[in-house]
């Protein structure tokens, strides 16, 4: 029985029999009461003295009395605490909640905790794999490991079944919840739950939370404890408080700027009574949002998106409020004024081309991360918006206080979760160590980006011309060659230089195949991609040339062992060379 068997051993050997005899009479009902000062008294002998510390035993007893004698026994009216009791309780843990509201902990790096329990979800333990969930869609941890059930209701929110805590109300509560990452991953996530976890569905709440809760628990505390504040008073991370930290942040990133914030919380957290059983409207109960606001997001975050708290995400890769606030939401942008934003194109007659070259699949994700930001019009107008994002981004960057090196990680946020993740797993580039260094590539990037589309406006428009594409106006100086050197380059040996390559790069190829035939373990894998050959020869063009000559037999492997390129995150800070060899006469 666990940590709990001192108190559930007595009540089903000794105190529930001798309840059970007694009669429903007045002589009955007066010892039932005299039980319960027996009770309270034995429970103060334990060192359970005060109220709060009685509250759980008392819980625990009167829920056994319901499942061994009968819901409705008349013992239960008096197996109770009194209303004075009940009173002085609240009181009590009123005051708490008002002690930690007047000791608000500051969130700054919101994004930094999201794409940690992103992160978790990909892991193999399912008490990590909870953790990341808690966060991500500020259930219970009961919840996930038991009832809960997720629809996906939009690409960034879910329909959620299996509320707890909901004092025995009939009707079933099913509500949208926004999530911090897609849709499909939180649903993905909890069915790898409940594939590792089969025997914690149906359980009692107290003995899901008795057997498995504690490894939630420590997996909250070894994940987030130095990305999020502990509460006052606490000394430890616990999976109930990430309920205070997902409402902020989600209230940061969806919370229409029309809506009440303890409103949003509200309906985001189930904090809903049913009025009628005949008829479920449900009405949302504002008081209990009280025990999640300890919580913010820093003043520093803040000025990064122009002084806004709430709803940052709203309009941005098709995120929409969740239904319930949705026409509320478009009543207040129709009255809106259309002013310039950041993700508004720059006048026409203000652009100036140039044009640099970029890799074909660079260019497909540039696509990909139109599509998530929600970019629209031509190739020429969705540069402008992109760029104009970029720039806001690198001015949220600049106003970033700096970190210690060792917490310093990349920011992941919804609406760019997918497309950063595609374009960064194919980059493979290293985090840089200094601000200037961030800004500073991310500016090539952004250069990178715009030449792509002017450059193809170039091409379209010389070929319709009958012309060739004009030269760069600035090209990089090389080295004057002699005729002896340009003559050697013309001999065989080069040519088998170029041979070698190429049998080099398939070998590779090859041999990541069979790394990933013999791995024992899934993350040990690697996904076949330009930057990961790239570690055994720079020929750029020769590796997409093979990439395509092979592009079917890659696929057929990627979809064999399920990964792709986003995989190669799991390799961060490791190369590929120190696990796969190829011979020395491949090369």
Known sequence: MGRRAWLEKPLIETWIPRIKALPDTSDGRAEAQAINRELQDWWSSRGLATLRQQQGPMDITRRYLK????????SLEHINFTTDQW?????????????????VQFIVRPDSIVAQAVRLLEKPDWADICAGLAVLTGRRSSEILSTAKFEKKSQWSVTFTGALKRRGELQQLSFEIPTLTTAERVIEALAKVRHELPEAVGLEVAEVSQRFGRAVEVACDRNFTTLVP??????????????????????????????????FKAAIQGHYAVMEVENPELRRSLATSRHYSDYEIADSVIAQYGGKRKGIKLGHGGITPIEVFSQSYA????????????????PKKSMKTTRIQVTREDKAHLESIFEVLGFEGNQHEQMNQLVRWIQGQL??????PAEPEAERE????????????????????????????????????????????????????ASQNGATPAAPRSTPATPKTSPKTTQESKKPHARSRRGESE???????????????????????????????????????KIEQALTDRADEIHAHHQKHQIDIKHNYKHRGESVLEFVKVSETAS
Not at 333 to 344: D, E, I, K, M, V
Request: hydrophobic share 35%.
């Open 503 to 541: 049998q080099l790069i398939n070998a590779a190829i090859d041999a990541i195949m069979a790394y990933n035939d013999a791995a024992n373990r899934y993350d040990d894998k690697w996904a076949i991609s330009i930057n990961v050959l790239k570690s055994f020869t720079k020929a750029q063009k």
């Open 67 to 74: 499942t061994y004698l009968s819901p409705d026994h008349f």
């Open 331 to 346: 009543k207040h942008q129709a009255q809106q004024p259309q002013t310039g934003t950041l993700s508004q194109p720059l």
């Open 395 to 400: 001015r949220g960057l600049a106003q970033q």
């Open 410 to 461: 990349e920011a992941i946020t919804p609406p760019i979760a997918e497309a950063r993740e595609q374009a960064s797993a194919a980059l493979e580039q290293p985090i840089t160590s200094t601000l200037e260094d961030k800004i500073g590539g991310l500016i090539d990037v952004m250069q990178q980006l715009i030449a792509l589309q002017v450059g193809q406006q170039q091409s379209v428009g």
């Open 87 to 103: 009173t002085a309780l609240n009181l009590d843990k009123q005051k708490s909640v008002a002690d930690r509201n007047e000791s």
């Open 230 to 263: 502990k509460r006052e008073g606490k000394d430890n991370l616990y999976t109930h408080l990430f309920r205070a930290v997902y409402a902020t942040i989600a209230t940061f990133w969806y919370c229409p700027p029309n809506v009440n914030e303890t409103e």
